[in-house]
């Protein structure tokens, strides 16, 4: 089914229903208009495809090229271009108002690899019960952990309070080439 759709993609050779195209390619030696007949007749003898590129035209532009190589590079151009793309995901870390150095260093070496993959980190302070009266050490847990990576990332986004909930986030900085 997957084959069927490429093919249908592109109209080659007797399946090209306009009765004058552009004919163009590496191997034409006069490029021009031509009847359906000579340029089908040009691609014969070159012992390649006649392959309808630009069906809106007018004259339909046909390249004389062999389309199974054709359909292999269109193929490796999609590869590379899905290759260069990234997907940004976010990390989170979750700290208490009263979090220990020793808990707090750990979850900031973790938040340095995940800024160093090309990550976001979303890092917040949950306040459980009556731990909400602490505010202002969740707010300032949050900055020092914004200052800690402020070589490895940007703040997005300040410390804020929803709910229970204090969160800050922090984007990767674009790595240097």
């Known amino acids: 089914m997957a084959k069927e759709n490429q093919q249908n993609e592109h109209r080659i050779n ?52 062999d389309y199974q190589k054709f359909l292999y590079q269109q193929k490796r151009k999609q590869k590379e271009l899905q290759s260069k793309t990234h997907t ?46 602490y505010k202002e050490q969740g707010e300032i847990l949050l900055l020092k952990l914004a200052n800690d990576l402020e070589e490895y990332g940007k703040i997005d986004q300040m410390p804020k309070l929803e709910g229970k909930k204090m969160q800050i986030v922090i984007s990767p900085k674009p790595k240097k080439k």
């Open 88 to 133: 940004m995901t976010i990390k989170e870390l979750r700290f208490g108002p009263q979090t220990d150095d020793h808990d707090y260093n750990f979850k900031l070496n973790h938040a340095k690899r995940f800024l160093d993959e090309g990550n976001k980190v979303k890092a917040y302070v949950f306040f459980k019960g009556r731990s909400i009266v």
């Open 14 to 65: 007797r399946a090209i229903r306009a009765p004058f195209v552009r004919v163009t390619g590496d191997n034409v030696d006069k490029p021009g208009v031509y009847s359906i007949r000579e340029a089908l007749d040009i691609a014969e003898q070159l012992e390649m495809d006649l392959v309808e590129i630009v069906p809106t035209a007018d004259p339909p532009v046909c390249k004389v090229i």
